[in-house]
T-cell receptor
Framework: AQSVTQLGSHVSVSEGALVLLRCNYS??????LFWYVQYPNQGLQLLLK??????LVKGINGFEAEFKKSETSFHLTKPSAHMSDAAEYFC????????????FGKGTLLTVNP | NAGVTQTPKFRVLKTGQSMTLLCAQD?????MYWYRQDPGMGLRLIHY???????AKGEVPDGYNVSRLKKQNFLLGLESAAPSQTSVYFC???????????????FGEGSRLTVL
């Protein structure tokens, strides 16, 4: 069984400030972990993914995430927020291997204030 | 390259009516999925398919049926719509467990369904 918990349904930051979106996972097998972003009235698109290679993963638009097995975490960060980063962010987990179904967290809405 | 295309994008139904949502992908993906998105609930898997002619239940399958007669298409049907099925439905596809894109899902833009 696998699950994802995103801490904070809504995060608000100022433009230029650090973005930190938290994700903790549970998986009975080595996980694959993903962050997706959803802009208003659009589908989800992949930001970055961890598939058992480097623990620090870099994605698009300056985002990165670090896989920490001891903390079962995969938090998403960006050093400096931009207005265009305002969106909903979803963390997801799959079991890798033959387990190709993703389980999503409930999402975190990021607001960027000018 | 269209990716994943969903039709229709919007639909209003009355309770008890039936309808079908169509998903088409042009990436030759083996796996396809239907999710529903509700406020504060994230995305929940309804049904999925690991290849042409196969379907399987996800987390919330009740009230829905699916078919995958062709590799590129995945249909989601509601036989008797209920207000609880008001939601935004997303189709996704993937290569599954092969290659560098393992596990990565490609999403359509969503279909917004309202059941009155």
């Amino acid at each position: 069984a696998q699950s994802v918990t995103q801490l904070g349904s809504h995060v608000s930051v100022s433009e230029g400030a650090l973005v930190l979106l938290r994700c903790n996972y549970s998986s009975s097998v080595p996980p694959y972990l993903f962050w997706y972003v959803q802009y208003p009235n659009q589908g989800l698109q992949l930001l970055l993914k961890y598939t058992s290679a480097a623990t620090l993963v870099k994605g698009i638009n300056g985002f990165e995430a670090e896989f920490k097995k001891s903390e079962t975490s995969f938090h998403l960060t960006k050093p400096s927020a931009h207005m265009s980063d305002a969106a909903e962010y979803f963390c997801a987990v799959s079991g890798g291997g033959s387990n190709y179904k993703l389980t999503f967290g409930k999402g975190t809405l990021l607001t960027v204030n000018p | 390259n269209a990716g994943v295309t969903q039709t229709p994008k919007f639909r209003v139904l009355k309770t008890g009516q039936s309808m079908t949502l169509l998903c088409a992908q042009d990436m030759n993906h083996e796996y396809m999925y239907w999710y529903r998105q509700d406020p504060g609930m994230g995305l929940r898997l309804i049904h999925y398919s690991v290849g042409e002619g196969t379907t399987a239940k996800g987390e919330v399958p009740d009230g829905y049926n699916v078919s995958r007669l062709k590799k590129q298409n995945f249909l989601l049907g509601l036989e008797s719509a209920a207000p609880s099925q008001t939601s935004v439905y997303f189709c996704a596809s993937s290569y599954g467990n092969r290659g560098p894109n393992t596990g990565e899902l490609f999403f359509g833009e969503g279909s917004r369904l309202t059941v009155l």
